[in-house]
């Protein structure tokens, strides 16, 4: 079963590390993506830009409207995710649990939902 791992964090957090500590943080992040694509888990795994770079997009009565940034501001923004394939809950929450960034912030699983 495929599962979505939202890594969410503060980026003032991780804002007020160290660059050596920024440059751990990112080869332990590299270093895992590396081990769950070896165990077999790993489907596809991206960082994303900050929350100042996106748009929100919205389509209402036709009428397509676009604004600077996410729907609503909170201390926690997506920072990016991670798509793994396990077999269970089980199995994703011990896979989102070697994330090196749940230790700065949250990691949301949650179920793919297969069509067809």
């Given at each position: 079963?495929?599962?979505?791992?939202?890594?969410?964090?503060?980026?003032?957090?991780?804002?007020?590390?160290t660059?050596?500590?920024?440059?751990?943080?990112?080869?332990?992040?590299?270093?895992?993506?590396?081990?769950?694509?070896e165990?077999?888990?790993?489907?596809?795994?991206?960082?994303?830009?900050?929350?100042?770079?996106?748009?929100?997009?919205?389509?209402?009565?036709?009428?397509?409207?676009v604004?600077?940034?996410?729907?609503?501001?909170?201390?926690?923004?997506?920072?990016?995710?991670?798509?793994?394939?396990?077999?269970?809950?089980?199995?994703?929450?011990?896979?989102?649990?070697?994330?090196?960034?749940?230790?700065?912030?949250?990691?949301?699983?949650?179920?793919?939902?297969?069509?067809?």
């Amino acid at each position: 079963m495929k599962y979505l791992c939202q890594v969410w964090f503060d980026g003032a957090v991780l804002g007020a590390r160290t660059k050596e500590e920024k440059a751990e943080l990112g080869t332990a992040s590299l270093n895992y993506d590396k081990a769950l694509a070896e165990s077999g888990h790993l489907i596809v795994a991206h960082a994303l830009q900050p929350p100042t770079s996106a748009v929100t997009v919205r389509v209402r009565s036709g009428e397509t409207s676009v604004t600077d940034g996410p729907f609503a501001e909170t201390k926690e923004a997506l920072g990016g995710f991670i798509l793994i394939e396990a077999k269970d809950l089980n199995e994703a929450i011990l896979v989102a649990a070697g994330i090196p960034l749940a230790k700065l912030g949250a990691i949301e699983v949650r179920p793919i939902h297969e069509f067809g």
